[in-house]
Nanobody
Framework: VQLQASGGGLVQAGDSLRLSCAAS????????ITWFRRAPGKERTFAATIAGDGDRTFYADSVKGRFTISRENANSTVYLQMNSLKPENTAVYYC???????????????????WGQGTLVTVSS
């Protein structure tokens, strides 16, 4: 499956932003989709993940209650709604796909077979 992330931009602290991850090539419902992020000078870290049919989601503690991951398999798209953004949320956000069902989150980027190109989110204070 091929992924393309979009929706990043420059916003102020407290604003909202919605990222999109468009998939092509294979049936997206077969894949668990995860959003990772890489802040400047840091490793890529897990943000949120969603099961293929959307019935299960997990979040990093730092975004729980502010970010919502969702998907529309009919449109082959996964979203990350980000509310109450903070300067520390500044990062390049990547979507990644892992074939199979979601029972518990997979935090290691090495476990994902397909990646989008990343979209930059910059939150100013």
């Amino acid at each position: 499956v091929q992924l393309q992330a979009s929706g990043g931009g420059l916003v102020q602290a407290g604003d909202s932003l919605r990222l999109s991850c468009a998939a092509s090539g294979r049936t997206i419902s077969l894949y668990t989709i995860t959003w990772f992020r890489r802040a400047p000078g840091k490793e890529r870290t897990f943000a949120a993940t969603i099961a293929g049919d959307g019935d299960r989601t997990f979040y990093a503690d730092s975004v729980k209650g502010r970010f919502t991951i969702s998907r529309e398999n009919a449109n082959s798209t996964v979203y990350l709604q980000m509310n109450s953004l903070k300067p520390e949320n500044t990062a390049v956000y990547y979507c990644a796909a892992k074939l199979g069902r979601l029972f518990r989150p997979t935090y290691s980027p090495n476990s994902y077979s397909s990646w989008g190109q990343g979209t930059l989110v910059t939150v100013s204070s």
